[in-house]
T-cell receptor, first 112, second 116 residues
Framework: GESVGLHLPTLSVQEGDNSIINCAYS??????FIWYKQESGKGPQFIID?????DKRQGQRVTVLLNKTVKHLSLQIAATQPGDSAVYFC???????????FGPGTSLSVIP | DARVTQTPRDKVTEMGQEVTMRCQPI?????VFWYRQTMMQGLELLAY????????DSGMPKDRFSAEMPDATLATLKIQPSEPRDSAVYFC??????????????FGPGTRLLVL
């Protein structure tokens, strides 16, 4: 079966430091990955995505890295701010591509 | 600013009662998903629709849960009868599916359900 999982369930970082959230996936055929951010009391929100023909993609303060060799992706947040405190999910398409499979999530806490 | 809306935001009910949750997807989106989120199970896909037709409801307990799309602007998730183990946050998400694929899903704020 396919699964998407996270290495660390919780992460605490000092405000201003960089954060790195990791994700392992098992379906080597996945060609698209998405990171979602879920703030307390809200639904998940799209942050950034990456296709399998890329190994890096940058957004505003966020960078996603994809290593297909070891089936690993990471989300890097530069100069972490208190507003970045949330649960972060990585996700990949299911085999039918109609669905998206979400990982268990990593809770990021930013220490002021 | 287009967004998915869900009602009610919070629902407290007693075991055995019927619960109906509603979702208005983003106008123009042709795919609607229902998820359930709990601390233990994380985000679970319950069912989803494409162009109002149910595509997959294998994640849903069939005996008590039902999902419908009466029209393109309304999706409903019903639990009858409700049980304490149904307590969770239920999210609706919508997206635009092309060639059978939805890449980005837009989530509503969720309905927090507590069954006593």
């Amino acid at each position: 079966g396919e699964s998407v999982g996270l290495h660390l369930p919780t992460l605490s970082v000092q405000e201003g430091d960089n954060s790195i959230i990791n994700c392992a996936y098992s379906n080597s055929a996945s060609d698209y990955f998405i990171w979602y951010k879920q703030e307390s009391g809200k639904g998940p929100q799209f942050i950034i995505d990456i296709r399998s023909n890329m190994d890096k993609r940058q957004g505003q303060r966020v960078t996603v890295l994809l290593n297909k060799t070891v089936k690993h992706l990471s989300l890097q947040i530069a100069a972490t701010q208190p507003g970045d405190s949330a649960v972060y999910f990585c996700a990949e398409p299911g085999t039918s591509y109609d669905k998206v499979i979400f990982g268990p999530g990593t809770s990021l806490s930013v220490i002021p | 600013d287009a967004r998915v809306t869900q009602t009610p935001r919070d629902k407290v009910t007693e075991m055995g009662q019927e619960v109906t949750m509603r979702c208005q997807p983003i106008l123009g989106h042709n795919t609607v998903f229902w998820y359930r989120q709990t601390m233990m199970q994380g985000l679970e896909l319950l069912a989803y629709f494409r162009n109002r037709a149910p595509l997959d409801d294998s994640g849903m307990p069939k005996d008590r849960f039902s999902a419908e799309m009466p029209d393109a602007t309304l999706a409903t998730l019903k639990i009858q009868p409700s049980e304490p183990r149904d307590s969770a946050v239920y999210f609706c998400a919508s997206g635009l599916g092309a060639s059978g694929r939805v890449e980005t899903q837009y989530f509503g704020p969720g309905t927090r359900l507590l069954v006593l």
